[in-house]
C-alpha cells in the first residue's frame, strides 16, 4: 500500500476526518498549557517586562507562516509532477492560514515593539521580509480565486508558488542588505534573541508543538472543506450533463 | 507546389476529449489520407472545436492517439490572430516568415485580397477580415489543416474561392483538411456526422471525477 | 524568431501601440510626487533614488498586460503556440520587445528625469547604470506574470499584484545603487546582484513562462 | 439605471472581476516605496501623506480600463447605446460601480496603511476624510478618461497619460489637507476645494463621458 | 404577445452612409411595413453593417432620413455582449431590466436554453453563445430589429428555431426586422441586394474632401 492512496479525495476524507477533532484538540491543549507556563509561570525577564511573554504566540505563529508557505512549495511540486488533487487543495487550504499566521506575527512583533523599541512598526530587515511573504500570500491566494476553472488554477498557482519562492528568499537577502545598509535604524537592534531565560524554553517549546498541531488541524479541515467543496461542483456538472 | 514527399496520413484511434474538464465526445476514430478532406458536422455544442482543438494539440486527450506527421499541423477558429494595424500584406508576411516560408502571390488572388494589400486589417469588413484569416493557410506551408468553421461571415463567392483553394491548391497538392462548419461548402469530402460520439453523462474522464 | 520580435516592435510604434507611452507614464509619476510631497529640496534630493526607481517599476508594469493579452484575445497566441517557434522562444521574443519599447526608453531618460528631483549629482551614472542592468529583468518577471494571468480578462491590475513582490529584490539592489553612488559608498554587491537577477530570470523565467501558456492555452 | 450598477457590482466580484485587487495595489505600493527610498522613520514621515495619496491615486487608476473597455470588447457598449438608458446615466453608473468597488475599499483602509509609513498620529482622521471627498472625484475623472480611450486596444498607459495631469489638482488639495493636518494647521480650504472638484465632477463630466462614448462608438 | 398599438413602418430615404470617413453606399431607399422583415445581400464589403449601425442610429448618416418609431430600434451584431462570468439567466435578466421588462419564460424555449440556463456563459460554445445573444432581442422587447449576420455558427436546426421565433413571435406581433445574412434563412421575406448602391469611387461625402 503505498502513501499515494491518501491522495484519492474520498479517501483521503475518510481517513483523516477522524483524525481531525484529535489533532485539534491536542493542539488547543499544547497552546493552553504552553501560554499558561508561559504567561503566569515564568519570570518577567529584566529588562523585557511583562511584554516579552508574547513571545510565545509570536514566534510560532511567524515559524508557522514560513513552514506554511514551505508545504505550498512542496504540494505545489506535487501536484505538478503527479497531479494528485488532494495535494493542490492542500495548497490552496494552507494559503490563507498562512497569511493570518503572517498577520499574526507582525500584529503580535508590533504589539511587542511598542514597549520594546517605542515603536509600532519599523523598517527592519527581518519585519520587512515578512511584510513581503504576506505580499506572496496575497497574491497566490488571489490567483487562485481569479480563475474559475479549477485545475488551471492549481497549475497556474503552482507555477506562481515556485517561482515566487525563489524570490521570497531572494527578497530576504535583498531586505537584509538593505536594513544593514548605512541607514540603519537606530532604535532596533538585532540580537534580540540573545538573552532569552532558560526557563522559557520548555513553554515556547509546547506552544510551538501546539501552533504545528494547530496548523495541521486547520489545514486538514480546510482541505476537507475544498474537497466537498469540489464535489459539489462536479456533482452539479453531472446533474446538468445529464440534463442536457 | 506541392508538399514534401513523405506520406503522409491522419490516424485518429479511439479519441475521447474533454472541455472544461468534462467529456465531450468518445472513441472518435477516422483517417484522412493524403489529398482528402473531412467535413465534421454535429448539432451546437456536440464538441467540434473541442475535438479540432485536440487535434491541433492545443489541449490533451482524454484517450486515444492521433496519428500525423510531426510539424505539419495548422490550426485555424473563428479568432484569425489578425492585427488591426498591420496591413493585409504585414500580416501575411509575418506568419510567413515565422513559418519561414514566403508569401506566395497567388494567394491574393486566390482569396481576392489584391485589392486589399495595403489597407490596414482593422478597417477590413468582417467578411474580408475572415479572407485574410484564411489566406494565412496558403501562407504557412502546412500540410494538415484543422479548420474550425471557416467560412463564418464569407458571402457565396468567397466560400467558393475556399472550397476551391482547398481543392485545386491544398488538397491536389497532397494535403489534408479537416474542417467543421455548419454550412455546405460544394467540396467533395466525407462527413463525419459526431452526434453519435456524444459522451454519455457517466463517462469516465471527467477532471473532477475523483470528487465523485 | 525574429520575425515575431520584429512584429511586436512594429506594432508598438503604430497607432494605439503605445510606444512612448510608458516613458511618458515615468514623467508624470516623478513629476506627481512633488505635488505629493512638496517642493523641499532636500528631501527630494533624499528620496530622488527611491522614487525614480518606484516609479521606473511602476511604468514597465503598466505596459505589460499588452505583452500576450492582445495576442490572445485576437487568437494570434493559439496560433503562435501551434506554430514551429517554441513558446520558450515567444516568451524570450517578447520580454525583449517589452525591454526595448520601456526599459530601454526608461534607462536612457531617466537621467534628465533625476534633474527634476534634484538628484545628487554623482549619482546620474549609477541611476543610468541601474536602470540598465535591472529593467530587463523587469521585463523578464513581468512577461512571466503576464502568461500566468493571460486567460484573465482584463487582468492587469491582478498581474500588478502578482509581479509587484516579484520586483522587490530589483527595486531593493537597484535604488540602493544609487542611493549609495549619490554618497560615495561602494556599490559593487547592488550592481553585481542586479545583474545576477537579469541573467537568473533570463535563463529560467522563460520556460515557466512558456508552461504557464500552455496551461493556459488548454 | 441600478441594474447597471448591480451588475457592474456583481462582475466584480465574480472571479477575475478584480474586486480588492485595487486595494492589494495600493498596499504593495505603499510597501515598496521604503524600499526605495530607505527606511528612515522621519522621512517616511515627512513624505507620507504624500506617498499615500499618490499611492491611492495609482490604486484608482489601474482599475480604471476595466470600465468599459470589457463592455467594447464584447458589444455591451453599442447595446447599452441603443437602449433605453441614456449613456450619461451610464458615465455615471460606472463611476460609481468604480467609487464602490476602488475608493471605498481604499478610503476605509488607508489609515492602517499610514501605521506603515509612520504618518503621524493627528494625520489620521485627515487622511480618511480628505481620501473620503476625494476618491469620488478620482472614479469620475477616471471614467470620462475610460470613455475617451475605449476605442484604443489596450489603451491603459495612454489613458493613465490622459487621466494623471486631470488628477493633479485633487492630488495636490488632498495630499496637502493630509499634510496640514499632520502639522496641526487649518484644513478648511483644501477639504472644501476636494469636495468643490468632487461635486463638479459629478455635476459636469457624465455629459463629456457620454459625449465622448458616442463619438467612439460610431 | 403584442407591440405597443401605434403603427409602425420603417422607411429609408435616399440614405448615403460612410465607414471609416469613406462613403460606402449612396441613396438606399426602402421600406418595411409592421410584421414584415427585409433581408439586405450582398458580397462582403459592400456595407450591410454599416448600413445597419446607421439605421440604429450608431452613426450618423451621410445624408438622407430614416424614419423609424422613438426607442424602438435594437441592434445585435456578432458581439452579442455576453458576460462571460455571469450565468445565461443572469445575462438575460440584465438586459431585461435595463429596458424595464421582464424575461418571459418562452425565451428559453424558443432558443433552445432550458438546459443551459444556469450555466456561466463563458463557458458554451459558439452556437450556444449565439442563441444566448439572440435571445436578448427576445428579452427587450423592442419592435424594430437590425440584425447583422444573427446566425453566425448556428446549426441548421437552431437557424431554424431562431426563423420561427422571428416569423411567429416577432413579425407576428407586429414587429419589424431588417437582417443581413449570407445564408437563407427560409423566412418569407423580401431580399434587397445592396451591390446597385454601391457608392462609387468619387462619391462626395468623404470625411477628408475639404482637403481635396
Ligand atoms: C514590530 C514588531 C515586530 C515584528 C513585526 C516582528 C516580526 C518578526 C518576524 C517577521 C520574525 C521572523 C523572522 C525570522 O524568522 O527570522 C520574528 C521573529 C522573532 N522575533 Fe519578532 N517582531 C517584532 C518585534 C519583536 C521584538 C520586540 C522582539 C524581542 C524583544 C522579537 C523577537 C523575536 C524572536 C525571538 C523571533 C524568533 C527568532 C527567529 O526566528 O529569529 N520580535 N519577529
Ligand atoms: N469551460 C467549459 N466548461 C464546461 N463546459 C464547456 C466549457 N466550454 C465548452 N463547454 C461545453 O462543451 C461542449 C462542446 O463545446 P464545443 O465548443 O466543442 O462545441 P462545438 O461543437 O464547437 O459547438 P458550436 O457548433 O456551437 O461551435 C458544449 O456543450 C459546451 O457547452
Ligand atoms: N475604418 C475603415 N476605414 C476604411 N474603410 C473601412 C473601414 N471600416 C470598414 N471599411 C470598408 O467599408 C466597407 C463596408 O464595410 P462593412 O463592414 O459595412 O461591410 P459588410 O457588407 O458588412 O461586409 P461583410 O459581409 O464582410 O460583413 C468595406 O469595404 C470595408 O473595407
Ligand atoms: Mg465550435
Ligand atoms: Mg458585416
Known amino acids: 500500500m503505498s502513501i499515494w492512496e491518501y491522495a484519492n479525495p474520498k479517501k483521503f476524507m475518510a481517513t483523516t476526518t477522524p483524525v481531525i477533532p484529535w489533532v485539534s484538540w491536542a493542539s488547543f491543549g499544547l497552546i493552553l498549557v504552553g501560554l499558561g507556563w508561559g504567561l503566569f509561570l515564568t519570570p518577567a525577564a529584566e529588562n523585557f517586562e511583562h511584554s516579552v511573554k508574547i513571545l510565545f504566540v509570536h514566534v510560532p505563529s511567524v515559524l508557522m507562516a514560513i513552514n506554511a508557505w514551505f508545504m505550498m512549495l512542496v504540494t505545489s511540486l506535487i501536484w505538478l509532477v503527479r497531479r494528485h488533487h488532494v495535494s493542490a487543495l492542500a495548497a490552496r487550504a494552507a494559503a490563507p492560514i498562512g497569511a493570518v499566521m503572517t498577520l499574526i506575527g507582525l500584529a503580535t512583533g508590533a504589539i511587542w515593539g511598542q514597549p520594546t523599541w517605542g515603536t509600532w512598526w519599523a523598517w527592519e530587515p527581518r519585519l520587512t521580509s515578512f511584510l513581503i511573504l504576506f505580499l506572496f500570500y496575497l497574491g497566490y491566494i488571489a490567483l487562485w480565486s481569479a480563475i474559475e476553472d479549477q485545475d488551471t488554477a492549481a497549475d497556474l498557482t503552482s507555477v506562481l508558488c515556485i517561482v515566487g519562492s525563489v524570490f521570497a528568499v531572494l527578497s530576504r537577502y535583498a531586505a537584509i542588505f538593505w536594513g544593514q545598509g548605512l541607514h540603519q535604524s537606530a532604535t532596533f537592534s538585532a540580537d534580540k534573541e540573545t538573552n532569552i531565560d532558560p526557563s522559557f524554553w520548555w513553554p515556547a517549546v509546547l506552544s510551538m508543538g501546539g501552533f504545528v498541531l494547530f496548523f495541521i488541524a486547520l489545514v486538514l479541515i480546510r482541505t476537507n472543506a475544498l474537497i466537498r467543496l469540489r464535489r459539489a461542483m462536479a456533482l452539479e456538472a453531472r446533474a446538468n450533463r445529464g440534463a442536457s | 507546389m506541392g508538399y514534401a514527399q513523405t506520406m503522409t496520413r491522419l490516424t485518429v484511434t479511439d479519441l475521447s476529449c474533454a472541455r472544461g474538464g468534462i467529456p465531450v465526445l468518445d472513441r472518435v476514430s477516422f483517417a484522412v489520407d493524403a489529398g482528402q478532406a473531412l467535413v465534421l458536422r454535429g448539432p451546437n455544442g456536440i464538441g467540434k472545436t473541442t475535438l479540432l482543438r485536440t487535434l491541433a494539440g492545443l489541449q490533451p486527450a482524454l484517450a486515444g492517439t492521433v496519428d500525423l506527421p510531426e510539424e505539419e499541423a495548422a490550426y485555424a477558429s473563428h479568432a484569425d490572430g489578425i492585427k488591426a494595424t498591420l496591413t493585409v500584406e504585414e500580416n501575411l508576411a509575418f506568419w510567413a516568415q515565422l513559418y519561414g516560408s514566403a508569401v506566395p502571390e497567388s494567394v491574393y488572388d486566390a482569396f481576392d485580397l489584391t485589392t486589399l494589400r495595403l489597407r490596414a486589417a482593422g478597417t477590413l469588413s468582417a467578411g474580408q477580415k475572415r479572407r485574410l484569416g484564411l489566406a494565412r493557410l496558403g501562407v504557412i506551408g502546412r500540410k494538415v489543416l484543422f479548420l474550425d468553421e471557416p467560412t463564418v461571415s464569407l458571402d457565396t463567392r468567397s466560400v467558393g474561392l475556399f472550397a476551391d483553394y482547398l481543392r485545386d491548391t491544398h488538397l491536389a497538392a497532397g494535403g489534408i483538411a479537416v474542417i467543421a462548419t455548419h454550412i455546405d461548402l460544394g467540396l467533395d469530402a466525407p462527413v463525419l456526422d459526431l452526434t453519435p460520439f456524444k459522451a454519455s453523462a457517466t463517462m469516465a474522464g471527467a477532471s473532477d471525477e475523483a470528487f465523485l | ?218
Open chain 3, 1 to 218: 524568431m525574429i520575425a515575431l520580435l520584429i512584429r511586436d516592435l512594429r506594432l508598438a510604434v503604430r497607432a494605439g501601440g503605445g510606444f512612448g507611452l510608458g516613458l511618458a507614464f515615468f514623467l508624470i509619476v516623478v513629476v506627481l510626487v512633488p505635488f505629493g510631497v512638496g517642493p523641499e529640496r532636500e528631501i527630494l534630493t533624499r528620496i530622488a533614488p527611491g522614487i525614480l526607481w518606484v516609479a521606473a517599476l511602476l511604468a514597465a508594469l503598466l505596459s505589460l498586460d499588452r505583452i500576450f493579452a492582445l495576442d490572445h484575445e485576437d487568437g494570434s497566441l493559439a496560433l503562435l503556440a501551434t506554430s514551429p517557434l517554441p513558446l520558450e522562444g515567444a516568451a524570450l521574443m517578447k520580454a525583449l520587445a517589452h525591454w526595448l519599447t520601456t526599459g530601454l526608453p526608461l534607462t536612457l531618460a531617466a537621467p534628465a528625469l533625476g534633474f527634476l528631483l534634484h538628484l545628487a549629482p554623482e549619482a546620474y551614472g549609477y541611476l543610468f547604470l541601474s536602470l540598465a542592468l535591472g529593467t530587463p529583468a523587469l521585463s523578464m518577471i513581468g512577461t512571466f506574470g503576464a502568461a500566468l494571468t493571460v486567460g484573465i480578462k482584463r487582468g492587469g491590475l491582478l498581474m500588478s499584484l502578482l509581479v509587484l513582490p516579484l520586483y522587490v529584490p530589483t527595486l531593493i539592489f537597484g535604488a540602493e545603487a544609487v542611493r549609495r553612488g549619490a554618497e560615495g559608498l561602494a556599490t559593487a554587491v547592488p550592481l553585481t546582484m542586479l545583474a545576477g537577477i537579469t541573467a537568473g530570470a533570463f535563463a529560467l523565467l522563460p520556460f515557466a513562462s512558456a508552461a504557464a501558456l500552455r496551461v493556459n492555452l488548454r
